[in-house]
């Protein structure tokens, strides 16, 4: 059975009276939603940081990431254009987003209070950087940039298998 998840006490301020504690839409999602505290309009292709109200105190070992809405995305094209933002443990100013109009030929209208992106909480590790000559071998190597090949998908592996 799956093990239960993983639930991470964090401090918030909630800096804008109108504002509120982010919530979760539904249960399991991993996502908390984070309002927009500002009207705005976004003419085509342009972007603006926006203010979500809220100051969180995380936890070291965690971090927040700050996501698009997949709804916004699909029907008006708004996006994050630091999609994820990061949120450092460390960071207790204000949670912002830097909302991107992706939409050719329209505007996107904010409200204050709109659900605008999606702060999700992940563990996260630093590293200790220890120069070397060489590298462990591994069989990627230093293949990348679509060294296992292009964008054919089914028919590519289809080939392969015959
Ligand atoms: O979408 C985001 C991304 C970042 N931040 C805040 C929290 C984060 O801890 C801080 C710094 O973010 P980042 O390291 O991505 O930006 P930077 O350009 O490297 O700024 P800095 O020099 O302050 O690290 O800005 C946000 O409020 N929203
Ligand atoms: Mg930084």
Known sequence: MASA????????RVLDPEAAVPTYAQPFDAGAD????????????????????IALSIP?????????????????????VNAPGTIDAGYRGEIKVCLLNTDSSNAITISRGDRIAQLVLQRVGRADFVVTEELDP??????GYGSTGGVAGWAAIEQEDA
């Not at 984070?34 to 109200?53: F, H, K, M, W, Y």
């Open 5 to 12: 998840e993983e639930v991470v006490e964090v401090g918030i």
């Open 34 to 53: 984070l309002i927009s505290t500002s009207d705005l309009e976004l003419a085509p292709g342009e972007r603006a940081v926006v203010g979500t109200g």
């Open 60 to 80: 070291a070992g965690w971090a927040g990431f700050v996501h698009p809405r997949s709804g916004l995305a699909a029907r008006h094209g708004l996006t994050v």
């Open 138 to 143: 591994s069989v990627r190597g230093d293949g």
